[in-house]
């Protein structure tokens, strides 16, 4: 992580498009670097740590402040 975390904003997004948007975004990235993620989709607290864990991403901390969850996902 050279530059700090890049960010994607999906909140108002619903199941799928949260990680596939995710998924886009790691794919332009260097292995190592990080993404923070906003959701406000209920199922991305199940979805995230899921696509993370298939594919070979490591989800470094999960916040929610209620309505919106942060993910901060390194690239694996």
Same mark, same amino acid.
């Given at each position: 992580? =050279?530059?700090?975390?890049? %960010?994607?904003? @999906?909140t108002g +997004? +619903?199941?799928?498009?949260?990680? !596939? ?5 790691? $794919? @332009?990235l260097a292995?190592?670097? @990080?993404?923070?993620?906003? #959701?406000? %989709?209920? &199922? #991305? /607290? ?6 993370? &864990? ?15 969850? =942060?993910? !901060? /996902?390194? $690239?694996?």
């Amino acid at each position: 992580m =050279t530059d700090g975390p890049h %960010d994607l904003d @999906a909140t108002g +997004l +619903l199941c799928p498009l949260p990680v !596939l948007k995710a998924r886009k975004r790691l $794919k @332009a990235l260097a292995s190592g670097e @990080a993404l923070r993620m906003r #959701a406000d %989709d209920p &199922a #991305a /607290i199940v979805d995230v740590p899921h696509f993370c &864990a298939e594919a070979g991403h490591e989800l470094l901390s999960t916040e929610d402040d209620g309505t919106v969850q =942060t993910y !901060l /996902i390194r $690239k694996g």
